[in-house]
C-alpha cells in the first residue's frame, strides 16, 4: 500500500518516551508542491521565486521581528537544554534529528543571528550564525513544512519557546518571497472566491444540507433542519466545509442539527462564511487570517444573528477563542448573555446539565470510547470558561454519550496530547509519508488502549484530526471507520420529540 | 505535465489531475484508471458518470452522503456506503473516483 516503510509499533507502556534511533536526512526529500501563480496572486504574493528574494526574505524578516516581540523572544531565548528533543511526533515517527524542535527552530534563528545580532555579525559560524543561501531556503521549505504548529513541544520548554510561531514566521518569509505550498494556498484562495475550503457553491450547499434533512427524517422521522442563510435566526454555525462534505464529519453536523432542533434554539449556515477553518494561521498571515474571519463577522451582521457557536475544528477555536475578537471585533452587536464565540460542546454539555436535552447512553452501547485532544483545542483555547474545560467539557460529553470511556496513556492526553500527523497545514497527499509516520506516537497510544481496554472507537474534535485518521489508521491496521465526532455519538444518543 | 492519449496530449497536475474538466471523455477515464490501478467495471462507470452529472450541475464533486445515496439508488441499497466507495476506489471515493472522473481534487481538510 505504501511506497516508504510504515513504522513498527513497539507497543511501548510508555508510547511518549519510545525514542527512535537517529536517522539523519532520512525525511531531506519530503516536500509539498510548491504554490503556483493561481495559488499567490490571489493572496497578495509574489508569482514565484522573486529575483535577489534573499534581500527580500531579511527584510520581510526584520518587519515580523518588530512586529511580533514573542517571535524576537523566541529566537533569542533558546538555552539548548534539550528538553523538546523528543517531544515532537514528527521526530518520534521519523527519527530524523531536524525534526527535533530545537533543531527546526535554528534554521531559521541562526539566519535571525547571522543578520540581526551583533555577535552573529562579527563572528559567524562560531557563534551559530549562518549565512541565508538556496541551501537554506531549500531547508526551511522542507522542514517548516514537517511542523504541524502543535506546539506539544513548547508545553515541555522551560522558556515556552512556541516552535509553531516560528514555523509560522518562516513560512510568512517564504510566501513573500514567492516560495510557499501549494496546499494552503490554494485553499485560502477558495475561501476568498466562493466562501469555503472546499469550493463548495451556495447551490450545492443548499442540495447537501437537503439531502441531510431528508436523512434524518427517513431515520427518525422528525423534521430536523438544516438552514442556510435564514435571516434572523438566534445563531450562527461556523463549521469546517468538510462537515458538510466527508465521513465522519458530517454525523457530527447532523449531530449539531439535532441538539438544535431539540433544544428549540433557531439556527443557520451561512452560504458566504461556510468555513470555520482559517489556513491563514497556517500560513503565519496575520492579513490573511483577518480577511478569513471577518467573513464570519460579516456574515454575522448580515444575517442579524444573536450568537455564534462554532463547530468541530481545531485550529478555529484556537483562531475563535484567542484571536477573533481583535481579528474581527468588536462584537457588540450579539447578544452580551452568550459568550462570544461559543463552542458547540459548550452549548450541548450546558443543555444536558440544565436537563434542555436527554441522551440515552445505550444507543451508543457497542462502543468503547477514547477521546483524541486536538492540539488547538487542547493548547491554544478553552473551554466553559475555566482552566482546563477543553479537557473536561468533551470528555464530559462522551461520558454521557456512551456507557463505556477510556482514557489513553496520560502522556499523550490534554495539554500533552500528540498531533494526529496532519495539522497545520499538512493535511495535503503529496506529504502522506510524513503523515503515516507523524502519526506514530498517536497510533501507539490508541493501540495500547484498543488492546488492553478494548477500545473501539476514536472521537475526534476537528475536521483535519478526522480525516487525516480515517486515512491513515488503515496503514496500521485500525479499520477506518475506528474514528468517530464527538457529535456523532451525540446524534446517536440525543433523545427527539 | 500531460497525459498522451491517440497522440493527443491531455495536460494534468502533479497527482493526475486533469487540468481541464471538457477534456475529459471516458478513454481519458480508462487511462486514468489504467495509472491508477483499477480495473473499470460497470459499477465504477456508474460513480464516475454520477460524479460528472453532478459536477455539471453544481461544479462541486458531491459530498460522500450524496455519493452513497446515489449509488445505493442505482446499484441497490448494500452497496449504499463508504466501505463499498472504497472496495471500488481504494484511495478514497472522494479524490481517486475524482481523478477518474476528470474533476478537480477536492481541497481543504477532506
Not at chain 1, 470528555?395 to 492526553?413: E, F, G, N, S, W
Request: aromatic letters at 10%.
Amino acid at each position: 500500500m505504501a511506497k516508504f516503510e510504515v513504522p513498527v509499533l513497539t507497543m511501548s507502556e510508555e508510547p511518549a518516551r519510545d525514542i527512535p534511533e537517529i536517522q539523519a536526512g532520512v525525511m531531506a526529500h519530503s516536500r509539498p508542491f510548491l504554490a503556483k501563480p493561481e495559488h499567490n496572486k490571489p493572496l497578495g504574493f509574489p508569482d514565484s521565486l522573486v529575483d535577489h528574494w534573499q534581500e527580500k526574505a531579511l527584510e520581510r524578516m526584520g518587519s515580523l521581528l518588530k512586529r511580533f516581540r514573542s517571535l524576537r523572544v523566541f529566537l533569542d531565548s533558546c538555552v539548548k537544554c534539550g528538553a523538546c528533543t523528543d517531544k515532537c511526533h514528527y521526530f518520534l515517527g521519523t527519527g530524523d534529528p531536524k525534526n527535533m524542535p530545537v533543531a527546526r527552530q535554528d534554521l531559521l534563528r541562526s539566519v535571525y543571528r547571522r543578520y540581526f545580532t551583533l555577535p552573529g555579525q562579527l563572528f559567524g559560524p562560531l557563534v551559530g550564525a549562518n549565512d541565508l543561501t538556496q541551501e537554506t531556503l531549500e531547508e526551511w521549505y522542507t522542514y517548516f513544512h514537517q511542523c504541524s504548529q502543535c506546539r506539544r513541544c513548547s508545553v515541555f520548554c522551560p522558556y515556552g519557546i512556541d516552535t509553531a510561531e516560528i514555523s509560522m514566521a518562516a513560512r510568512d518569509i517564504m510566501d513573500h518571497v514567492g516560495y510557499g505550498q501549494k496546499y494552503c494556498n490554494e485553499i485560502i484562495t477558495k475561501v476568498h472566491k466562493i466562501g469555503n475550503n472546499l469550493g463548495l457553491p451556495g447551490p450545492a450547499l443548499a442540495d447537501t444540507l437537503m439531502g441531510l434533512e431528508e436523512d434524518v427524517h427517513d431515520e427518525t422521522g422528525h423534521d430536523v433542519k438544516f438552514p442556510l442563510d435564514v435571516e434572523g435566526a438566534d445563531v450562527l454555525l461556523i463549521t469546517p466545509s468538510a462537515d458538510f462534505f466527508a465521513e465522519p464529519h458530517v454525523d457530527g453536523l447532523v449531530g449539531y442539527a439535532k441538539v438544535f432542533h431539540q433544544a428549540g434554539v433557531s439556527w443557520t449556515v451561512s452560504s458566504y462564511a461556510s468555513e470555520a477553518a482559517n489556513f491563514g494561521m497556517f500560513i503565519g498571515s496575520y492579513e490573511q487570517m483577518y480577511k478569513v474571519a471577518n467573513r464570519i463577522r460579516k456574515a454575522a451582521y448580515d444575517l442579524k444573528v444573536k450568537r455564534i457557536v462554532f463547530g468541530e475544528c481545531g485550529h478555529a477555536w484556537r483562531v475563535a477563542y484567542s484571536f477573533l475578537n481583535t481579528l474581527a471585533g468588536p462584537w457588540d452587536f450579539l447578544d452580551k448573555d452568550y459568550p462570544v464565540p461559543q463552542h458547540i460542546i459548550e452549548f450541548t454539555t450546558d443543555l444536558i446539565q440544565r436537563g434542555g436535552i436527554k441522551l440515552d447512553r445505550s444507543a451508543n452501547e457497542n462502543m468503547v470510547v477514547t477521546l483524541h485532544d486536538s492540539c488547538n483545542v487542547a493548547r491554544g483555547a478553552r473551554m466553559g470558561g475555566v482552566p482546563g474545560g477543553q479537557f473536561t467539557l468533551p470528555r464530559t460529553l462522551l461520558k454521557a454519550c456512551a456507557p463505556q470511556y477510556v482514557d489513553m496513556h496520560p502522556d499523550t492526553i490534554n495539554d500533552k496530547t500528540f498531533c494526529c500527523g496532519g495539522g497545520g497545514g499538512l493535511l495535503t497527499d503529496d506529504l502522506m509519508e510524513l503523515r503515516v509516520k507523524g502519526a506514530k506516537p498517536r497510533v501507539e497510544a490508541l493501540k495500547n488502549v484498543m488492546t488492553q481496554a478494548g477500545v473501539t472507537h476514536i472521537a475526534s474534535l476537528c475536521a483535519i484530526c478526522k480525516s487525516q485518521f480515517t486515512k491513515i489508521l488503515p496503514y496500521y491496521d485500525i479499520e477506518m471507520d475506528a474514528v468517530v465526532s464527538v457529535h456523532g455519538l451525540v446524534s446517536k444518543a440525543i433523545l427527539l420529540g | 505535465m500531460a497525459y498522451e492519449l491517440n497522440g493527443k496530449k491531455i495536460e494534468h497536475d502533479e497527482e493526475g489531475y486533469i487540468a481541464d474538466v471538457n477534456g475529459w471523455n471516458e478513454d481519458v477515464a480508462k487511462m486514468i484508471a489504467d495509472v491508477e490501478g483499477i480495473d473499470m467495471t460497470s459499477e465504477h462507470w456508474e460513480v464516475i458518470h454520477f460524479l460528472r452529472e453532478y459536477y455539471n450541475e453544481y461544479q462541486i464533486a458531491p459530498a460522500v452522503r450524496v455519493l452513497t445515496k446515489a449509488v445505493a439508488k442505482k446499484l441497490g441499497p448494500e452497496k449504499g456506503n463508504n466501505k463499498y466507495l472504497y472496495e471500488l476506489f481504494p484511495y478514497g471515493p472522494g479524490k481517486q473516483a475524482c481523478k477518474i472522473a476528470g474533476l478537480p481534487k477536492p481541497t481543504g481538510c477532506v
